[in-house]
């Protein structure tokens, strides 16, 4: 039976794939872009349509139950019924810890405190803990500056919720903390991967836009997506399993991970862009959240921005909020 291509049927999600030249070797690139919770919705209630030439249709992981890391979360079905569900109560204990900000931030400054390598004030504790950025200065911000996060969805199946949870906490947290200090920014999720076998050459890249600089976050989308375990392992692979892919993707995880360097020349990022990897990498251990977030902004270079000990305190003052969040989610 003939299948319509999904870039025919959906022209404004699906792209029409393109052959690219990617570290000397050729790709067909198959990308799936969405700025917005309730398209992703519809066309998963609309599309029962399974590519099953690259995909076993016998054997689907968007709704596998013989592995315990793909089958964590709700089941298919409820994974995308809860994509527009405000009432979830992980989301309702999320939401109270966003709006903690509203109380710490009541007005914009010019100026911002931020660690540097050299000239300020020297910091003991930045210099005991072997970091690159040790002085403290003053720095005004220039205005209309824009700062775009890039932000990795897939991860090794060893990362655990609390490592994942954490990540999104610190995520809500810089984008509060940057716009407070009058940057704007964008921030974007994607899931990249090429198929398994050496010898082939197809790629899956997914985009999920979930802010734009001068627009309000949607923190609906940056929950879901950031948080949510079905997001991933629900929603990320039946889109994939609607894609016009033609290699043969059976294998449960779909493919790999493609590298850092792939990743990045993919995304065209620029010297704006900040590339937020997979918790692990982040070096994000899911234990306690003030200390991932000062390893995280170093890792990412993005304390250059921000007064690191002022977000770092909000984290640590809102530790209940954020235990509590947990649990519900779970």
Same mark, same amino acid.
């Given at each position: 039976?003939? !299948? ?17 030249? $990617? ?28 590519? #099953? ?16 890391? $793909?089958? !964590? ?12 569900? #405000? ?13 903690? =900000? ?10 911002? %405190? ?23 200065? !003053? ?6 500056? %824009? ?50 076998? /050496? ?9 999920? @836009? ?5 627009? #309000? %976050? ?14 991933? !392992?629900?929603?990320? =692979? ?9 290699? @043969? ?42 200390? /991932? =977030?000062?390893? =995280? ?29 947990? %649990?519900?989610?779970?």
């Amino acid at each position: 039976m003939y !299948r319509v291509p999904s870039y025919i049927q959906y022209p404004d999600y699906f792209k029409k794939p393109e052959e690219i030249k $990617l570290l000397g070797k050729q790709y067909t690139v198959y990308e799936i872009c969405f700025s917005d919770l309730i398209d992703i919705y519809d066309i998963l209630k609309k599309n029962r349509n399974i590519n #099953e030439v690259a995909f076993n249709k016998d054997y689907l992981s968007s709704i596998s139950k013989n592995d315990e890391f $793909l089958y !964590r979360g709700r089941p298919y079905e409820q994974a995308v019924e809860n994509l527009l569900d #405000e009432n979830d109560p992980g989301f309702k204990a999320y939401m109270e810890y966003k709006n903690i =900000f509203n109380i710490y931030y009541k007005q914009a400054s010019e100026y911002v %405190t931020v660690r540097t390598a050299a000239g300020g004030r020297p910091d003991p504790i930045a210099y005991a803990t072997g970091a690159a950025n040790i002085y403290i200065n !003053r720095r005004k911000v220039p205005v209309g500056q %824009t700062i775009n996060l890039d932000v990795q969805l897939a991860c090794p199946n060893k990362v655990s919720f609390d490592q994942i949870f954490h990540r999104a906490i610190i995520i809500t947290s810089l984008i509060n903390a940057l716009e407070k200090n009058l940057y704007k920014v964008n921030v974007n999720a994607f899931m990249i991967c090429e198929v398994s076998i /050496d010898f082939n050459n197809e790629i899956i890249k997914m985009l999920f @836009n979930i802010k734009k600089n001068g627009v #309000e %976050t949607d923190y609906k989308a940056l929950y879901k997506i950031l948080v949510d375990i079905e997001f991933l !392992r629900r929603i990320c =692979f039946r889109l994939m399993e609607i894609s016009d892919v033609k290699e @043969n993707w059976y294998d449960e995880a779909y493919g790999r991970t493609c590298s850092i360097d792939k990743c990045k020349e993919l995304l065209g990022l620029s010297d704006n862009d900040y590339y937020i990897n997979h918790p692990d990498q982040m070096k994000i251990d899911g234990k306690i959240i003030e200390e /991932d =977030f000062e390893k =995280f902004v170093a890792v990412s270079g993005l304390e250059r921005f921000i007064d690191v000990y002022q977000e770092s305190k909000i984290i640590s003052d809102s530790a209940e909020i954020i235990k509590r969040a947990k %649990t519900l989610i779970r």
